[in-house]
T-cell receptor, first 118, second 112 residues
Framework: GAVVSQHPSWVICKSGTSVKIECRSLDFQATTMFWYRQFPKQSLMLMATSNEGSKATYEQGVEKDKFLINHASLTLSTLTVTSAHPEDSSFYIC??????????????FGSGTRLTVV | KQEVTQIPAALSVPEGENLVLNCSFTDSAIYNLQWFRQDPGKGLTSLLLIQSSQREQTSGRLNASLDKSSGRSTLYIAASQPGDSATYLCAAPGAGSYQLTFGKGTKLSVIP
């Protein structure tokens, strides 16, 4: 089945530094990937839609200059949290859909990245 | 805009019981609906995907139903086991969209 690999699984960084999270589709191509954020005891909230070869689409309230998304190939999207602050500490998860699958096929999710900013 | 609600927020049952988790959604023009499992600090594992043309889907001890007209889906777990303890999330896209909207989940605890 479709597999999405996300790295790193956890990261601790100092306030003011930047962190890059990678999301790869291992056995399929994905023109579109989605980035979600999950705060403790909350559900997943869509942050942005990553489109291969074009600019990402951000949800309302998400700062595009802070959360930089690059979708340079059909199998890789990256999320960079710039100038991270403690309030950015969260669980970040990406997902993708297999292009070759029927239109009503489901999504595959990465294993998530736990970001802690100290 | 799609809204997804899950009831109950938490559920504790003794091992061996059958149980039902509920999910409701506001926009019924969906391609499909997906149920996921999330263990603490982990990503999401897809359990069942129900296509818009289907009424139910089964996998082992899990059975998910979909009633688009009423905007409801249920996840039935038979003969629950302690290993079933996790948070179960329901997710549906909006009309004409592939972007998923998630419910807040039901945290299930199966007591040995």
């Amino acid at each position: 089945g479709a597999v999405v690999s996300q790295h790193p699984s956890w990261v601790i960084c100092k306030s003011g530094t930047s962190v890059k999270i990678e999301c790869r589709s291992l056995d399929f191509q994905a023109t579109t990937m989605f980035w979600y954020r999950q705060f403790p005891k909350q559900s997943l909230m869509l942050m942005a839609t990553s489109n291969e070869g074009s600019k990402a689409t951000y949800e309302q309230g998400v700062e595009k200059d802070k959360f930089l998304i690059n979708h340079a190939s059909l199998t890789l999207s990256t999320l960079t949290v710039t100038s991270a602050h403690p309030e950015d500490s969260s669980f970040y998860i990406c997902s993708a859909r297999d292009l070759g699958a029927p239109t009503n096929y489901g999504y595959t999710f990465g294993s998530g990245t736990r970001l802690t900013v100290v | 805009k799609q809204e997804v609600t899950q009831i109950p927020a938490a559920l504790s049952v003794p091992e061996g019981e059958n149980l039902v988790l509920n999910c409701s959604f506001t926009d019924s023009a969906i391609y499909n609906l997906q149920w996921f499992r999330q263990d603490p600090g982990k990503g999401l594992t897809s359990l069942l995907l129900i296509q818009s043309s289907q009424r139910e889907q089964t996998s082992g001890r899990l059975n998910a139903s979909l009633d688009k007209s009423s905007g409801r889906s249920t996840l039935y777990i038979a003969a629950s086991q302690p290993g079933d303890s996790a948070t179960y999330l329901c997710a549906a896209p909006g009309a004409g969209s592939y972007q998923l909207t998630f419910g807040k989940g039901t945290k299930l605890s199966v007591i040995p």
